[in-house]
Nanobody, 126 residues
Framework: VQLQACGGGLVQAGGSLKLSCAASGRTFSSYNMGWFRQAPGKEREFVAAVSWTAGNTDYTDSVKGRFTISRDNAKNTVYLQMNSLNSEDTAVYYC????????????????????WGQGTQVTVSS
């Protein structure tokens, strides 16, 4: 599976962005999909994930109520809608795929993910 993330950019605090991650490969729909981010000087952290089946989702506490992850298996794409952005959301955002055939389970640990996109920069100005 190859992943290509896009949609990052510069936005003012309080604004919105929608990230997209297009996947190649015929088994995209079988993977748990996640978004992670890494801010300068910090470790990569989990942001959101969606399960293979049932559309179960999970979010890190700091983005709950502001971010929404979704997937369109027909388009082999996963999205991250980000609203009410603040400066702490500034980071490089990575999409990832892992846990093939994991059913409704949602993975939040990075070691569960086998494939990673190249990252897209999100910068929030205050």
């Amino acid at each position: 599976v190859q992943l290509q993330a896009c949609g990052g950019g510069l936005v003012q605090a309080g604004g919105s962005l929608k990230l997209s991650c297009a996947a190649s490969g015929r088994t995209f729909s079988s993977y748990n999909m996640g978004w992670f981010r890494q801010a300068p000087g910090k470790e990569r952290e989990f942001v959101a994930a969606v399960s293979w089946t049932a559309g179960n989702t999970d979010y890190t506490d700091s983005v709950k109520g502001r971010f929404t992850i979704s997937r369109d298996n027909a388009k082999n794409t996963v999205y991250l809608q980000m609203n009410s952005l603040n400066s702490e959301d500034t980071a490089v955002y990575y999409c990832a795929a892992g846990g093939a055939w994991s059913g409704s389970y949602v993975y939040t640990d990075s070691y569960r993910y086998d494939y990673w996109g190249q990252g897209t920069q999100v910068t929030v100005s205050s």
